[in-house]
Protein backbone atom coordinates (compact mmCIF):
# COMPACT_ATOMS: atom_id res chain seq x y z
CA UNK A 1 0.00 0.00 0.00
CA UNK A 2 1.18 3.46 -0.90
CA UNK A 3 1.71 6.35 2.08
CA UNK A 4 -0.79 8.63 2.14
CA UNK A 5 0.18 11.83 0.51
CA UNK A 6 1.91 14.53 2.99
CA UNK A 7 -0.20 15.98 5.70
CA UNK A 8 -3.40 13.82 4.92
CA UNK A 9 -2.29 11.64 8.58
CA UNK A 10 -4.98 12.32 11.47
CA UNK A 11 -4.54 12.16 14.47
CA UNK A 12 -1.18 13.22 14.31
CA UNK A 13 1.57 10.89 14.44
CA UNK A 14 4.52 11.04 16.99
CA UNK A 15 7.60 11.11 15.00
CA UNK A 16 9.95 8.22 15.70
CA UNK A 17 13.02 10.88 14.97
CA UNK A 18 13.00 14.27 13.45
CA UNK A 19 15.89 15.18 11.51
CA UNK A 20 16.94 12.65 8.41
CA UNK A 21 20.45 13.06 7.93
CA UNK A 22 22.27 11.26 4.78
CA UNK A 23 26.70 11.21 4.77
CA UNK A 24 28.39 12.01 1.60
CA UNK A 25 31.41 11.89 0.75
CA UNK A 26 33.87 14.21 1.07
CA UNK A 27 32.92 14.99 5.29
CA UNK A 28 29.44 16.53 3.92
CA UNK A 29 26.34 15.27 5.86
CA UNK A 30 22.89 16.01 4.63
CA UNK A 31 20.08 17.04 6.96
CA UNK A 32 16.18 17.78 6.38
CA UNK A 33 13.01 17.66 8.05
CA UNK A 34 10.54 14.86 6.68
CA UNK A 35 7.72 15.79 8.84
CA UNK A 36 7.54 19.70 7.56
CA UNK A 37 5.54 20.64 4.43
CA UNK A 38 7.47 20.57 1.37
CA UNK A 39 7.37 24.03 0.90
CA UNK A 40 9.32 24.70 4.14
CA UNK A 41 11.43 21.28 4.26
CA UNK A 42 15.11 22.77 3.52
CA UNK A 43 18.16 20.67 3.23
CA UNK A 44 20.74 22.19 5.64
CA UNK A 45 24.57 20.66 5.51
CA UNK A 46 27.49 20.11 7.53
CA UNK A 47 30.28 20.18 6.26
CA UNK A 48 33.55 19.00 8.37
CA UNK A 49 36.94 21.13 7.95
CA UNK A 50 40.36 20.49 9.76
CA UNK A 51 40.14 23.37 12.29
CA UNK A 52 36.75 24.40 12.27
CA UNK A 53 33.03 22.95 10.61
CA UNK A 54 30.87 24.62 8.56
CA UNK A 55 26.93 24.68 8.97
CA UNK A 56 25.17 25.76 5.87
CA UNK A 57 21.37 26.85 6.94
CA UNK A 58 19.78 25.06 9.46
CA UNK A 59 16.16 23.90 9.45
CA UNK A 60 12.89 25.18 11.04
CA UNK A 61 14.30 24.98 14.80
CA UNK A 62 11.34 22.77 15.88
CA UNK A 63 13.73 20.39 17.73
CA UNK A 64 16.86 21.54 18.83
CA UNK A 65 19.70 20.37 16.14
CA UNK A 66 23.06 20.59 18.29
CA UNK A 67 21.96 17.93 21.11
CA UNK A 68 20.78 15.64 18.05
CA UNK A 69 23.71 15.31 16.70
CA UNK A 70 26.60 15.22 19.50
CA UNK A 71 29.23 13.31 16.86
CA UNK A 72 28.60 16.64 14.21
CA UNK A 73 28.68 19.67 16.97
CA UNK A 74 30.65 18.58 19.52
CA UNK A 75 33.44 21.40 21.09
CA UNK A 76 35.01 21.73 17.46
CA UNK A 77 34.35 25.45 16.23
CA UNK A 78 31.18 25.57 13.56
CA UNK A 79 30.24 28.41 11.33
CA UNK A 80 26.72 29.00 11.23
CA UNK A 81 25.77 30.42 7.74
CA UNK A 82 22.46 31.35 5.97
CA UNK A 83 21.94 30.94 2.77
CA UNK A 84 19.00 33.74 3.35
CA UNK A 85 16.54 34.19 6.06
CA UNK A 86 13.37 32.58 5.03
CA UNK A 87 11.52 30.37 8.53
CA UNK A 88 13.09 27.14 6.87
CA UNK A 89 16.82 27.82 6.75
CA UNK A 90 17.23 30.04 9.83
CA UNK A 91 15.65 28.21 13.01
CA UNK A 92 18.42 26.65 14.57
CA UNK A 93 20.80 29.35 14.45
CA UNK A 94 20.39 30.77 17.06
CA UNK A 95 22.04 27.80 18.73
CA UNK A 96 25.89 28.66 17.71
CA UNK A 97 27.97 31.25 18.52
CA UNK A 98 29.24 32.22 14.83
CA UNK A 99 26.14 33.05 13.16
CA UNK A 100 26.32 34.57 9.59
CA UNK A 101 24.43 36.04 6.78
CA UNK A 102 24.78 38.53 4.19
CA UNK A 103 24.74 41.94 5.09
CA UNK A 104 21.45 42.84 3.45
CA UNK A 105 19.23 39.98 5.70
CA UNK A 106 21.10 40.83 8.98
CA UNK A 107 17.86 42.87 10.08
CA UNK A 108 15.46 39.73 8.99
CA UNK A 109 17.60 37.34 10.75
CA UNK A 110 17.53 39.34 14.30
CA UNK A 111 13.66 40.20 13.94
CA UNK A 112 12.41 37.58 11.47
CA UNK A 113 9.07 38.67 9.62
CA UNK A 114 6.86 36.87 6.62
CA UNK A 115 5.98 32.88 7.69
CA UNK A 116 7.03 32.82 11.13
CA UNK A 117 4.46 29.60 12.84
CA UNK A 118 3.77 26.56 12.22
CA UNK A 119 -0.07 27.45 11.40
CA UNK A 120 -1.00 27.16 7.97
CA UNK A 121 -3.44 29.86 8.51
CA UNK A 122 -0.91 32.25 8.78
CA UNK A 123 0.10 32.28 5.68
CA UNK A 124 -1.27 35.24 3.70
CA UNK A 125 -3.92 33.58 1.66
CA UNK A 126 -2.88 35.02 -1.70
CA UNK A 127 0.92 33.81 -1.45
CA UNK A 128 -0.27 30.44 -0.02
CA UNK A 129 -1.96 30.85 -3.46
CA UNK A 130 0.96 31.10 -5.41
CA UNK A 131 2.75 28.12 -3.41
CA UNK A 132 -0.30 25.76 -4.64
CA UNK A 133 0.14 27.00 -7.79
CA UNK A 134 3.52 26.84 -7.96
CA UNK A 135 3.19 22.75 -7.33
CA UNK A 136 3.00 22.61 -3.79
CA UNK A 137 0.61 20.49 -1.74
CA UNK A 138 -2.47 22.57 -0.40
CA UNK A 139 -2.17 23.80 3.08
CA UNK A 140 -4.18 22.10 5.50
CA UNK A 141 -3.76 23.16 9.50
CA UNK A 142 -0.55 23.01 10.25
CA UNK A 143 3.14 22.91 8.03
CA UNK A 144 3.83 19.75 10.10
CA UNK A 145 2.09 16.36 9.66
CA UNK A 146 3.30 14.52 12.89
CA UNK A 147 4.49 15.51 16.30
CA UNK A 148 8.26 16.42 17.37
CA UNK A 149 7.40 14.60 20.69
CA UNK A 150 4.16 13.20 22.99
CA UNK A 151 2.63 16.76 24.38
CA UNK A 152 4.27 19.34 21.93
CA UNK A 153 2.16 22.25 21.44
CA UNK A 154 2.65 23.58 17.51
CA UNK A 155 0.88 26.54 18.33
CA UNK A 156 3.26 27.75 20.55
CA UNK A 157 6.15 27.70 17.96
CA UNK A 158 7.62 31.13 16.78
CA UNK A 159 10.91 30.93 14.64
CA UNK A 160 13.51 32.37 16.93
CA UNK A 161 15.39 35.41 15.36
CA UNK A 162 19.08 35.62 16.05
CA UNK A 163 21.72 38.82 15.73
CA UNK A 164 23.82 37.90 13.57
CA UNK A 165 27.69 37.81 14.63
CA UNK A 166 29.33 38.58 11.46
CA UNK A 167 28.22 39.89 7.86
CA UNK A 168 29.52 38.14 4.49
CA UNK A 169 29.72 39.80 1.11
CA UNK A 170 30.26 38.78 -2.15
CA UNK A 171 33.40 36.84 -2.72
CA UNK A 172 33.98 36.47 0.81
CA UNK A 173 36.73 33.38 1.42
CA UNK A 174 35.46 31.09 4.29
CA UNK A 175 37.98 28.53 5.72
CA UNK A 176 38.08 26.08 7.39
CA UNK A 177 41.94 24.75 7.11
CA UNK A 178 41.87 22.64 5.06
CA UNK A 179 39.29 23.47 2.47
CA UNK A 180 38.04 26.91 1.22
CA UNK A 181 34.50 28.51 0.57
CA UNK A 182 33.70 31.31 -1.57
CA UNK A 183 30.46 33.28 -0.82
CA UNK A 184 28.54 34.76 -4.02
CA UNK A 185 25.83 37.03 -3.54
CA UNK A 186 23.07 35.88 -5.95
CA UNK A 187 20.05 37.58 -4.87
CA UNK A 188 16.11 37.41 -6.49
CA UNK A 189 14.96 34.78 -3.98
CA UNK A 190 15.45 37.33 -1.81
CA UNK A 191 17.34 40.80 -1.33
CA UNK A 192 20.79 38.48 0.86
CA UNK A 193 20.40 35.30 -0.99
CA UNK A 194 23.86 34.05 -1.27
CA UNK A 195 25.02 30.40 -2.90
CA UNK A 196 28.62 28.94 -1.07
CA UNK A 197 31.02 27.69 -3.73
CA UNK A 198 33.68 25.02 -3.37
CA UNK A 199 36.25 25.24 -6.56
CA UNK A 200 38.44 22.28 -6.19
CA UNK A 201 35.02 19.84 -5.88
CA UNK A 202 33.18 22.27 -8.18
CA UNK A 203 29.97 22.05 -6.05
CA UNK A 204 27.46 24.72 -5.29
CA UNK A 205 26.07 25.03 -2.23
CA UNK A 206 22.55 26.87 -3.63
CA UNK A 207 20.23 28.24 -1.01
CA UNK A 208 16.54 28.41 -2.66
CA UNK A 209 17.73 30.56 -5.70
CA UNK A 210 17.78 26.89 -7.56
CA UNK A 211 16.66 23.68 -6.54
CA UNK A 212 15.19 20.21 -8.40
CA UNK A 213 11.12 21.42 -7.74
CA UNK A 214 8.80 24.51 -8.11
CA UNK A 215 10.93 27.45 -7.63
CA UNK A 216 9.10 29.93 -5.64
CA UNK A 217 10.20 33.59 -6.89
CA UNK A 218 6.84 35.66 -6.13
CA UNK A 219 6.81 37.22 -2.89
CA UNK A 220 7.95 39.42 -0.79
CA UNK A 221 11.41 40.27 -1.07
CA UNK A 222 11.83 38.50 -4.61
CA UNK A 223 12.96 40.02 -7.93
CA UNK A 224 12.15 38.44 -11.10
CA UNK A 225 14.50 39.85 -13.39
CA UNK A 226 17.31 40.31 -10.44
CA UNK A 227 16.54 36.14 -10.10
CA UNK A 228 16.86 35.87 -13.65
CA UNK A 229 20.25 37.82 -13.32
CA UNK A 230 21.20 35.23 -11.02
CA UNK A 231 20.32 31.92 -12.85
CA UNK A 232 22.55 33.19 -16.16
CA UNK A 233 25.57 33.55 -13.98
CA UNK A 234 24.97 29.75 -12.33
CA UNK A 235 25.21 28.64 -16.29
CA UNK A 236 28.43 30.71 -16.39
CA UNK A 237 30.46 28.83 -13.55
CA UNK A 238 31.76 25.50 -14.32
CA UNK A 239 29.32 24.05 -11.63
CA UNK A 240 29.18 20.34 -11.49
CA UNK A 241 27.25 19.37 -8.57
CA UNK A 242 24.40 21.60 -6.84
CA UNK A 243 23.67 20.58 -3.08
CA UNK A 244 20.39 22.62 -3.24
CA UNK A 245 18.44 24.40 -0.18
CA UNK A 246 15.25 22.08 -1.19
CA UNK A 247 14.88 18.60 -3.35
CA UNK A 248 17.88 16.05 -3.94
CA UNK A 249 21.05 17.11 -5.52
CA UNK A 250 21.53 17.48 -9.52
CA UNK A 251 24.61 17.66 -11.90
CA UNK A 252 25.47 19.96 -14.29
CA UNK A 253 22.83 19.19 -17.26
CA UNK A 254 19.65 19.20 -14.75
CA UNK A 255 21.26 22.76 -13.71
CA UNK A 256 21.18 23.81 -17.44
CA UNK A 257 17.70 22.31 -17.90
CA UNK A 258 16.11 24.07 -14.48
CA UNK A 259 17.74 27.50 -15.42
CA UNK A 260 16.65 27.04 -19.12
CA UNK A 261 13.09 26.22 -18.08
CA UNK A 262 12.49 29.56 -16.00
CA UNK A 263 14.08 31.29 -18.26
CA UNK A 264 11.64 30.64 -21.20
CA UNK A 265 8.83 30.70 -18.94
CA UNK A 266 9.60 34.04 -17.31
CA UNK A 267 10.50 35.00 -20.97
CA UNK A 268 14.23 36.13 -20.04
CA UNK A 269 15.78 33.89 -22.54
CA UNK A 270 17.80 36.27 -24.21
ZN1 LIG B 1 13.61 30.59 0.86
Redesign the pocket.
Known amino acids: MNAPAWGTHRPYPVATRWYERLDLENGVTRFWEPHVHPLEQANFWHIRGRDRDLLIDSGMGIVPLRPSFPDLFSDKEVIALAT?T?I??IGAIHEFEQRWVHGAEAHQMAHPSGVTTLVCADIHPQLAGLFVEAGYPPFDELLIDAMPYEGYDPRQYRLRGAEPTHLVSDQDIIDLGDRRFEIIQLPG??PGSICIWEETTATLYS??LIYDGPL?YEGPGMDLDIYAQSLRRLKAMPIQTVHA?HDPSFDRARLIEIVDTYLRRWNKDN
Do not use: I, R
Open positions: HHDHHSGDVG
